[in-house]
T-cell receptor, first 114, second 114 residues
Framework: AQKVTQTQTSISVMEKTTVTMDCVYE???????LFWYKQTASGEIVFLIR??????ENATVGHYSLNFQKPKSSIGLIITATQIEDSAVYFC???????????FGTGTRLQVSP | NAGVIQTPRHKVTGKGQEATLWCEPI?????VFWYRQTIVQGLEFLTY????????DSGMPKERFSAQMPNQSHSTLKIQSTQPQDSAVYLC????????????FGAGTRLSVL
């Protein structure tokens, strides 16, 4: 069964620094998709970035990038030049190739201070 | 595009009463998902539909919970004989159902069972 684990419950950083959030996953499938979502203080959940298991290149979108280490079943989210508005809860998620079902980790709360 | 619409935003029920939660997915999206979010359990998958057909309800509590999708424009989650432990934010999401399968979440319904 697919499983996603985020061990960091909370991270605090100063504005304009770089932060990395960890995520490890478990799956028996050779094909899968990994996602990061952000939940703001208002409760809104939005998609940030995706990594397909068959792609070797790390995905990058704006100031978000991924550190995909397939042998370690790890997909870290890197946020560069953090801004106050990046303060939120970040969820790692996974979908196996043979289903639409997306399973989420428990989330990491990021606090960015001026 | 109004996004995924969930109604009501808040619902308060007494123990033992029934609660029905509504979701209108984004037009053209073929997959609809229900999740439950609590502090303790995080984002739990409940069930999903593809092209209105129930595909996976592995996260649904076996008793009292049911979900339907009578047409492509709405889905309902019904909880019979609500219990205090059912108190949570219930989130609906939809997706195009492609391999990318980015989820678009609604604002959620906060259910409080007194």
């Amino acid at each position: 069964a697919q499983k996603v684990t985020q061990t960091q419950t909370s991270i605090s950083v100063m504005e304009k620094t770089t932060v990395t959030m960890d995520c490890v996953y478990e799956t028996q499938d050779s094909s899968y998709f990994l996602f990061w979502y952000k939940q703001t203080a208002s409760g809104e959940i939005v998609f940030l970035i995706r990594q397909d298991s068959y792609k070797k290149e790390n995905a990058t979108v704006g100031h978000y990038s991924l550190n995909f280490q397939k042998p370690k079943s790890s997909i870290g989210l890197i946020i560069t030049a953090t801004q106050i508005e990046d303060s939120a809860v970040y969820f790692c998620a996974m979908r196996e190739g043979n289903t639409d079902k997306v399973v989420f980790g428990t989330g990491t709360r990021l606090q960015v201070s001026p | 595009n109004a996004g995924v619409i969930q109604t009501p935003r808040h619902k308060v029920t007494g123990k033992g009463q029934e609660a029905t939660l509504w979701c209108e997915p984004i037009s053209g999206h073929s997959a609809v998902f229900w999740y439950r979010q609590t502090i303790v359990q995080g984002l739990e998958f409940l069930t999903y539909f593809r092209n209105q057909a129930p595909i996976d309800d592995s996260g649904m509590p076996k008793e009292r919970f049911s979900a339907q999708m009578p047409n492509q424009s709405h889905s309902t989650l019904k909880i019979q004989s609500t219990q205090p432990q059912d108190s949570a934010v219930y989130l609906c999401a939809s997706s195009l159902g492609t391999s990318q399968n980015t989820l678009y979440f609604g604002a959620g319904t906060r259910l409080s069972v007194l």
